[in-house]
């Protein structure tokens, strides 16, 4: 009996212990209840595809471009060779960043003027503004696809339906639009300003949060049309427009399909933008340790751009705090 007790003590201690133990499926479903945990969990699918096919790439193209790599054959370690020729005895480069610069700076402010004469007419409430807002929206969906730019292609051909609608308001012309290094940039700047509708959504909402106060009590002082967009819209839009500004030069900067696919950067490669030279240089002529080089003297390039807009921020946003 004293043994059969003592067997039945030293069994409900285990017991005890146990059930005041946390299990280990406990422990797990307790780790996954936890809101950092669900947050790692949602981020997770980002984060591997930020270090696979963003962090990895970039860290090994800084190591291509400290060597001589053909892709096909083993990297060999040349120190600053690539950035001394591309600094030094590659014209083509500064060639092709002279044609990505003009092609930004003439692109991004007409795009963005676009943007916002659309935006300030899609704010007015109609039956269908909707329909507009969608209309306006789908080009920078399909701008950057292969298949807009072969039809781009095709509209400015000799025999295209540019020439075609001149003709039939009497100007009868044959012109070549890609084939002439004077106009060539132009149809590439054309299709990069139709493709509008990313920052006109961006300025609709804006305007959208604009007080209506402002404009009413600028009509009962007789205030013009003119006179409320430069004193109250403009002001108030000049953060979205920074922010615009900001996306929209780094878009410019990186350039590649609509060259690549209408021009190939030609006539006489006035057309050829850096991005296009560093893949033609990669793939073409097998030289992917050059193309890295240049691919991190564009960021740095990007990079000084984007820090010059952050540097001339202060002396044209306008600031609710301030």
Known sequence: MMRQAESRGLGESIIGSTEGRPTIGRRCRNLLERESTAGVVCALPFIIGFVVFLLIPMVLSLYYSFTDYSIVAPPVWVGLRNYVTMFTADALFWQSLG???????????????????????????????????????????????????????????????????LGMFGIQTHFSWLGSPATAIWTLIALSVWQFGSAMLVF?????????????????????????????TLPMLTP???????????????????????????????????????????????????????????????????????????????????
Not at 112 to 139: D, E, I, K, Q, S
Request: positive net charge; contains cysteine.
């Open 240 to 322: 979205t427009i920074f922010f615009n500004l900001v996306m929209q030069v780094i878009s410019g900067f990186l350039a590649f399909t609509q060259c690549y696919i209408i021009t190939q950067g030609k006539p006489l490669n006035s057309t050829l933008f850096t991005m296009v030279y560093m893949y033609n240089t990669a793939f073409t002529y097998y030289q992917a340790g050059y193309a890295s080089a240049m691919a991190w003297v564009m960021l740095l390039v990007i990079g000084a751009m984007t820090g010059l807009l952050f540097a001339t921020k202060r002396f044209w946003v306008y600031e609710g705090n301030e």
């Open 99 to 165: 044609v990505t610069v003009m092609f930004a700076c003439i692109s991004v402010p007409l795009r963005l003027a676009f943007a916002l004469a659309v935006a300030m007419l899609l704010n007015r409430p109609t039956p269908l503004t909707g329909f507009f807002r969608v209309a306006f929206y789908m080009p920078s969906i399909l701008g950057g696809s292969v298949a807009v730019a072969v039809l781009w292609r095709r509209m400015f051909a000799q025999d295209g339906v540019i020439n075609a609608v």
């Open 204 to 232: 609709l909402a804006a305007l959208k949060q604009i007080p209506t106060q402002l404009y009413e009590a600028s009509s009962v002082d007789g205030a013009s049309p003119w006179r409320q967009f430069s004193s109250i």
